[in-house]
């Protein structure tokens, strides 16, 4: 494998990682907020801020080697979506991104996730 022209490369992309990593906690305290204003029976404007909060994190966890971080909030972006076209199921869903928030603030590195509904 032919060296990177940069010789810090590697040193590089780990403060990034680094940086993500230390942004996990208010990136997690965000959609925690948002999850909090939506309350029991959230509108559009309430889950779109949900939805930008969880696509945030979608879009970067896994360019800083949080693969699962990044697919899960995938996975619930997804989800609030569908709210947000008026599936059914809101109080399911708030549990589950609950369980997320909590869960990435404890580990967010892990190649486990918990099952989920």
């Known amino acids: 494998m032919a060296a ?5 490369y590697r040193a590089r992309l780990q403060a990034l990682s680094d ?3 230390a942004s ?6 965000e959609i925690a907020e948002a999850l909090a204003a939506a309350g029991g029976a959230p509108d559009g404007p309430r889950l779109d801020r949900l939805q930008q ?9 896994g360019s800083f080697g949080f693969t699962l971080l990044g697919e899960q909030a995938r996975r619930l972006e997804q989800a609030v979506r569908g709210q ?3 599936e ?3 109080a399911a869903l708030s549990a589950q991104i609950h369980a997320y928030v909590e869960w990435a ?3 967010p590195h892990s190649a486990n996730y918990p099952a989920h509904d």
């Open 19 to 21: 940086m993500f990593a």
């Open 88 to 90: 059914a199921g809101w």
């Open 105 to 107: 603030l404890r580990d």
């Open 24 to 29: 996990i906690p208010a990136r997690m305290a």
């Open 84 to 86: 947000m076209a008026g």
């Open 4 to 8: 990177p022209l940069d010789p810090n």
């Open 53 to 61: 909060a969880l696509h945030t994190v979608a879009g970067s966890a």
